[in-house]
């Protein structure tokens, strides 16, 4: 045999002892008293070495432009790993910058509260799910659906029962106290939120009266222990007005079936009103007639009916 083809022969032989295992087409670098691994085509196994990739400066060299999806390589400019990617070079982010990019479910500390957001940057909208469905949706537009995927409205709430709808303003009982000037809201056919129809207009001789309009209404008895015959007040103070519009008053009873009273005002206060009961009377006369007329009622069963008007 020819010297040069023996020590050919034993060359082959030292590198496939020292480096290589070659196992139904797979390629093992490294230990070669391990058995290969038979998903994997390249296996490189050692405890002391690494793999180093081409070390490239310029990308822009030939034949990188030209490399296929799926290489990669280490780019010294940028100390980071580069793939090739839809035609082109993306750098692999480390795993510290993959976590400062996730929102966590333990919560974010936010630097930058206009960079950072949960959202999308193109014009389809966000949902928010639990067990798999859509319980809230932020449309492109930013309507926002509770219940509903495609909103029309800034907010728009749908429960899917009938006459139920859904929203409940927690500390808003009907022992709350009462917000003066506040307007009243409704809904319409379709269900939006709008403003109910406008209250009464009240006016004056100034014009409408722009205030909140109180009215007290109640009923009294005229006392057994009158202020004089036929007089009585009755207390408004709880009322609160700062202005009184229009007092009226009717009564009811007398000192019998005949006598009607009629209630008239002698005065009033932010605070109290005095009224005068008179009733009718026949009284005779010497030449054998009678007389009508008009006396203070001295009755205790007549009832006197009022309201008032004011702010």
């Given at each position: ?190 269900g939006n939120v ?96 009678t007389v009508e ?19």
């Amino acid at each position: 045999m020819p010297k040069a083809r023996i020590k050919s022969s034993i060359l082959l032989c030292a590198l496939l002892l020292l480096l290589v295992q070659v196992h139904a087409q797979q390629l093992k670098l490294g230990d070669p008293t391990s058995s290969a691994i038979k998903a994997a085509l390249l296996e490189l196994n050692t405890t002391n070495q690494g793999l180093l990739l081409p070390r490239i400066t310029d990308t822009t060299l030939a034949p990188l432009p030209a490399s296929p999806d799926g290489m990669i390589i280490y780019y010294k400019p940028a100390s980071s790993l580069l793939i090739r990617r839809n035609g082109s070079w993306s750098k692999l982010a480390d795993s510290t910058a993959v976590s400062n990019n996730q929102w966590l479910l333990t919560g974010n500390a936010l630097a930058d509260s206009t960079t950072k957001f949960i959202g999308s940057t193109n014009a389809n909208a966000v949902n928010v799910r639990t067990n798999n469905i859509a319980r809230l949706t932020i449309s492109s537009t930013g309507n926002v659906g509770i219940g509903n995927t495609a909103p029309t409205s800034l907010l728009q709430v749908k429960t899917g029962v009938a006459n139920t709808s859904g929203v409940r303003l927690e500390n808003l009982t009907n022992t709350a106290t009462i917000t003066v000037g506040a307007g009243a809201l409704g809904v319409d056919g379709s269900g939006n939120v709008v403003r109910s129809a406008t209250a009464p207009v009240f006016y004056n001789a100034g014009g409408v009266v722009s205030q909140n309009i109180k009215i007290w209404a109640d009923s009294v008895s005229q006392p057994v222990t009158p202020l004089a015959t036929g007089q009585l007040a009755v207390d408004i103070s709880n009322a609160g007005f700062t202005k009184i519009m229009s007092i009226t008053a009717t009564a009811k009873g007398g000192t019998d079936v005949t006598n009607a009273p009629l209630v008239s005002i002698l005065g009033y206060s932010l605070t109290k009103i005095n009224f005068l009961l008179m009733e009718s009377k026949t009284t005779g006369i010497l030449i054998g007639g009678t007389v009508e007329g008009l006396d203070p009622s001295t009755a205790n069963t007549t009832k006197i009916f009022v309201t008032v008007i004011g702010y």
